[in-house]
C-alpha cells in the first residue's frame, strides 16, 4: 500500500484485489508521474493475448497488440492498464475500434510526447487486420525497435 503523501497515493488499484471491468468505459486507467519527464524516451506494452468479441457474430477476436509510447509528464500504471485491456473480453466491437479506442484513452490520461499501436488481429473469415495508429511523427533522435511482430502467414 502506498503511504499517504506519496506520489502513488492516489492509486485505487495497485496493491489491492481489482475486479475486471465489465467495458472499457467502466475500466478506469491510471497515471504516476513521470520520474524523467526531461529526457526522451520509449515506453512499451506488449499483450500477446488481447481478446474482444465481434460485435456481429458474438465470437471471439484474438490480438497482438503493440503500445510504444514517449512520456511527458505521465506514465500508465500499468495493472490499470492490463484491467482496461482485459475489460474488452465481453466487448462487442471491430478491430479497428478497439485499436483506435485503446489509442484516444491512452492519449486522453496521458498526452504523451508521441503514441503508436501496432493491433496485429488473428484472422477472421481466413482474412487478418492490422490496425496501425499514431499520434504524429515520431521524436527525432528516438529509437523505437521494430514492434517485432511478423506478418500473418497462415499454418507453415
Known amino acids: 500500500m502506498a503511504k499517504s503523501g506519496s506520489i502513488y497515493a ?6 489491492r484485489p481489482s475486479r475486471q471491468p465489465e467495458t472499457p468505459e467502466a475500466a478506469t486507467l491510471e497515471r504516476v508521474p513521470n520520474p524523467h519527464p526531461r529526457r526522451r524516451y520509449l ?32 506514465l500508465v500504471e500499468s495493472k490499470s492498464l492490463k484491467l482496461f485491456l482485459s475489460s474488452f473480453r465481453n466487448h462487442g466491437a471491430f478491430h479497428e475500434a478497439c485499436t483506435v479506442t485503446i489509442a484516444e484513452r491512452l492519449v486522453g ?23 496501425f495508429f499514431q499520434t504524429g511523427a515520431p ?9 517485432g511482430v511478423p506478418s500473418y502467414r497462415g499454418r507453415g
Open 109 to 131: 490520461l496521458l498526452e504523451p510526447v508521441w503514441l503508436r499501436i501496432g493491433g496485429y488481429w488473428y484472422p477472421r473469415g481466413g482474412m487478418p487486420i492490422d490496425v
Open 43 to 74: 515506453v512499451r506494452f506488449v499483450a500477446p493475448e488481447f481478446t474482444s468479441l465481434c460485435p456481429i457474430t458474438g465470437q471471439p477476436d484474438f490480438a497482438h497488440l503493440v503500445i510504444d509510447y514517449v512520456p511527458r509528464r505521465w
Open 10 to 15: 492516489g492509486l485505487r488499484q495497485l496493491g
Open 139 to 147: 521524436p527525432r533522435g528516438l529509437w523505437i525497435p521494430d514492434q
